[in-house]
């Protein structure tokens, strides 16, 4: 499998990096989290760590979110002993570009290691909210606000329902900590919709709760081939995915 093949070289990497830099063999090494438990890096930072234990390095994941992840990345970038690493996303990227909370410079405080995986994310409604479909969205966004809920400002779930948004005023952005926020607002009809992946919608898909009505990748998603693209939908193609 891609992602797993891509865990051990990150761990490799990782190790012989950390044993270049740290202090101590036998020190904890923090997995920084820039989002809230609950979301698809929680998940991601779990499975690194179930691999990455062993007698002479001890991984723990701890949780820095905020301000779209900006809080977790300047932690990690104000910390340069070697004993604090962080999972990258999307944000890490973009948020300099128009957030003055981004103290960090992605071109010197950063070295990075290796990329983990991608997965695709999905335009998704509560099943409850009679929209069947991403042109029914549109076209009750001509009359009603549609309440989209992301991690912040800058991430990836934002960006694309911006780009979707364009020329549609009535789209509204509702910034939350994370996915787990936001996932519980859309159960409890708080939201129009939110946009994610299988990793954190996936449960409640299947228990028919949620509702995607549109994959945000280049073709349709293993498991979801039901569920058309929004190339195919004549929506902009924004290839935003993680």
């Known amino acids: 499998m891609e992602v797993k093949q891509s865990i051990k070289k990150f761990l490799f990497i990782a190790m012989v990096a950390l044993g270049a830099m740290a202090a101590s063999a036998t020190e904890e090494i923090k997995l920084v989290n820039p989002f809230p438990p609950g979301g698809s890096a929680d998940k991601m930072g779990r499975i ?15 949780f820095k979110p905020g301000a779209g992840s900006v809080i977790g990345y300047n932690y ?28 960090y410079n992605i071109d010197t405080d950063f070295q990075f ?34 309440y989209y809920g992301t991690a912040g400002i800058g991430t990836s779930g934002h960006l694309t329902i911006v780009a979707l948004a364009d020329s549609r005023p009535n789209w509204i952005h509702v910034p ?12 409890g009809k708080n939201l129009t919709m939110i946009q994610d992946a299988d990793s954190v919608i996936g449960t409640f898909v299947r228990a028919g709760k949620i509702k995607p009505l549109a994959t945000v990748y280049p073709r349709r998603a293993p498991g979801y081939m039901d569920v058309p693209t929004l190339k195919e939908l004549g929506a902009n193609d924004i290839g935003i995915y993680r």
């Open 48 to 62: 690194i760590i179930r691999h990455a234990n062993t007698p002479e390095y001890i991984f723990i994941q701890e």
């Open 76 to 103: 990690v970038a104000s910390h340069k002993t070697g004993t604090v690493i962080g999972l990258a996303a999307n944000p890490l990227v973009i948020a300099p570009q128009f957030d003055k909370v981004a103290t």
């Open 113 to 146: 290691i290796d990329t983990i995986g991608m997965f695709p994310t999905f335009i998704a409604v509560n099943s409850e909210s009679n929209i069947d479909s991403y042109k029914q969205l549109v076209e009750l966004s001509k009359t009603k606000p549609i």
């Open 176 to 187: 939350f900590k994370g996915a787990s926020e936001y996932t519980t607002a859309i159960l």
